[in-house]
């Protein structure tokens, strides 16, 4: 089956623009979560969505946000975008019920000049 | 909040040694869940622990929870260059909790 597909792969963006990430789940899972990745600091969560509304919030200003549609395909906007924005960000689904092993997608490379 | 934290953060090994990362939760965990992510590629499920005192075998890799629930342990036996990446623990709190990893580089 496909796996979770992130677009674009790459983005380069300069700081004060805005940005939207989007995020396809595997075809059955309804639990999409973002994630920020940088150098020395791991996996630092976001947001989660179920069924098209947001479950969980990490530690991240407003300037951060998301949403999930109907079909489960979700999208994480940045707006007002800073140096430090620059990150992979990693999109994970899962079934989201009882079966929690998170599907990653390859990410989307954001570089904040 | 809650956080896991895992040590060490950087391990380099020659080829053939054994390879250990432990990973530790200040609240007990439901379920520990293991993640490997090679160089410029994303996090893979590796799997996932639920029982106090489980342990798990995948081929050359030892997966342990401990009595508590409050941690856990991978170990590689006889590392490859394949082994190579960052290994990541996650903790289940809905989300999951991602440690920061350890990143295990393996000389030949």
């Known amino acids: 089956k496909a796996g979770v597909t992130q677009t674009p792969r790459y983005l380069i963006k300069t700081r004060g623009q805005q940005v939207t990430l989007s995020c396809s789940p595997i075809s059955g899972h309804r639990s999409v979560s973002w994630y920020q990745q940088t150098p020395g600091q791991g996996l630092q969560f976001l947001f989660e969505?179920?069924?098209?509304?947001?479950?969980n919030k990490g530690n991240f200003p407003g300037r951060f946000s998301g949403r999930q549609f109907s079909n489960s395909r979700s999208e994480m906007n940045v707006s007002t975008l800073e140096l430090g924005d620059s990150a992979l960000y990693l999109c994970?689904?899962?079934?989201?019920?009882?079966?929690?092993?998170?599907?990653f997608g390859q990410g989307t490379r954001l570089t904040v000049v | 909040g809650q956080q896991v934290m895992q040590i060490p953060q950087y391990q380099h090994v020659q080829e053939g040694e054994d390879f250990t990362t432990y990973c530790n939760s200040s609240t007990t965990l439901s379920n520990i869940q293991w993640y490997k992510q090679r160089p410029g590629g994303h996090p893979v499920f590796l799997i996932q622990l639920v029982k106090s005192g489980e342990v798990k075998k995948q081929k050359r890799l030892t997966f342990q929870f401990g009595e508590a629930k409050k941690n856990s342990s991978l170990h590689i036996t006889a590392t490859q260059t394949t082994d190579v990446g960052t290994y990541f623990c996650?903790?289940?709190?809905?989300?999951?909790?991602f440690g920061k990893g350890t990143r295990l580089s393996v000389i030949a």
């Open positions: 994970a689904s899962s079934r989201g019920s009882t079966d929690t092993e998170a599907f």
């Open positions: 969505y179920f069924s098209e509304t947001q479950r």
């Open positions: 996650a903790g289940l709190w809905t989300p999951l909790v």
